[in-house]
């Protein structure tokens, strides 16, 4: 029981003490509350900066990024225009669901909303009332357990004075050590989250996805986990709907299918809903490393999943199993795009560019000649494909002869 205690306090210093790849970005966590206030600075370089992301709103294009920076385009990515921010922080992810209704989310713990295609942004969440929602969640979690282990102890001990049956069988269900563990563990994870909230918002949100108007999920940084089912309106606190008590990063969240969404994230850690969020299950994973991104192959049950040194997985049944690709390369892979006719492309560190044209059964490598960092990639109309990452926009126009 000790070893095992040891082990969980282990991990729970290990995810305080930083965040990893995950951020692919580095420095520190805590973040000037101003900048939660203090629009972007509009820049004629917006569009050449660090870029992490990029989404489609009907026939526009929108990239997020450093500094709050958010630019979008009406020409397919020939020229960019900086949009209204009303913060400072970095931008991690984005996603339209229509040509004008979309979220971005960020550092801070920022959850930003746009109803005119990207144009301008006003902010629907941020950290400080996601470390609300954390510690009220701890609390309700200890009190349940400290109510669940008196009643255990209370039965426990009319049981040893007693010589009813059913009584000493139910008795006999309980772990009283194991019990108080469980208590322990989620004590200390409610002053975890005191003590993280007297830091502010410090905590980034890492990926957002949203299967309509309504229904949306941002997952982040020591296991924030945040839905919603009226478009933002209001958010609310999903981790015990995962089993991820050691507060593993999930690093990315994606939908699969019309009904399934996926998250993938530290220690191989990925989890499954087939009822558009209702319910998850716990995948075993391929992996035990850190897994930075998921998303579907196109196919039927299809999805890959990839992350660190560049280890990537494909499975063809919502990820009963999974099949290792071996794709003889080290660098460490962030983002993906698939057509859904069999293209499917990856990027990620060092420049790295992999490309499939049959579902991902089989990849070709086109590193970046600078080596510079890819972390978003979208595939657009006449064979073009557009990248984003450490120096902004850069667009393929002829993506077939790179097969």
Sequence with gaps: MNKQKDTMRVKLKRN????????????????????????????????????????????????????????????????????????????????????RKGWAVGHAGVILHTEDGGATWRKQFDGNMANEFVIEGARERVAALEEELALAEEIVAEAEGSSDAKLKARASEYDLDEMAFILEDATFALEDAEIDAESGAAKPLLSVQFLDENVGFTVGAFGFFFYTEDGGATWQYGASKIENTDRFHLNAVSQIDESTVAIAGEAGQIFL??????????????????????????????????????????????????EPLELDISETLMSSDTTGNGRISLVGNGGMLLLSRDGGETFTAHPREDRKALLGVRFLAADRLLLVGEDGISLIREVSRLN
Excluded: C
């Excluded at 973040?31 to 939660?36: G, Q, V």
């Excluded at 385009?73 to 669901?97: R, Y």
């Design 16 to 99: 305080l003490a930083g965040i990893g790849l995950g951020l692919f970005v580095g420095g520190a966590l805590a973040l000037p509350a101003s900048d939660l206030e203090t629009p972007a600075i509009q820049s004629s370089l917006a569009a050449n900066y660090l870029l992490l992301d990029v989404d489609e709103a009907g026939d526009r294009l929108v990239a997020v990024g450093a500094r709050g920076h958010v630019v979008y385009s009406d020409d397919q990515g020939k020229n960019w225009t900086q949009s209204d921010v009303p913060v400072s922080v970095m931008l991690t992810s984005v996603d339209f669901v229509n040509e």
């Design 273 to 322: 809903s087939r009822d558009r969020g209702a319910t998850w299950e716990s995948l075993e994973s391929p992996y035990e490393g850190s897994f930075f991104g998921i998303g579907p192959t196109g196919n039927e049950g299809g999805m890959i999943v990839y992350g660190l040194r560049g280890n990537t997985f494909a499975s063809n049944d919502y990820g009963a199993n999974w």
